[in-house]
């Protein structure tokens, strides 16, 4: 699913975890650095919404109490993670931000969009198999 951390061990869905973290404050960071006008402002405020979500959903979805509660908000993480990667492009294909400076965050947040899919589906197929 994901990568393993620095050490070469552990939980995967720890490296998730800062990952996701790592990527809001990417975020925040850029969000803070727009130029400022009316445009930067409005989808600032919509990408630091959405890109802040990922990372609290996920967070909030490694505590689900059932395997229904763990899907749902992985779901809401994928949307969130999603609806970033809109605003980013926005911000790019509008000529607020050059596309060089938000080439890794585009790919980090195509990257978290695929491994949310990925995991709701092998959730699904899980949740699937224990109720048979």
Sequence with gaps: M???NAEGGGDPSDDLRGRTKAFALRVIRLVEALPRGRTADVIGRQVLRSATSVAANYRSARRA???AE????LGIVEEEA???LLWLELLTESGVVDPARLGDLLTEADQLVAIMVA???TAK???KRSEQ
């Design 65 to 67: 109490r059932s395997s």
């Design 119 to 121: 995991s709701l589906k």
């Design 125 to 127: 197929a899980n949740r």
């Design 70 to 73: 763990f899907i749902s908000k």
């Design 2 to 4: 994901g990568a393993r």
């Design 82 to 84: 999603d609806e970033t």
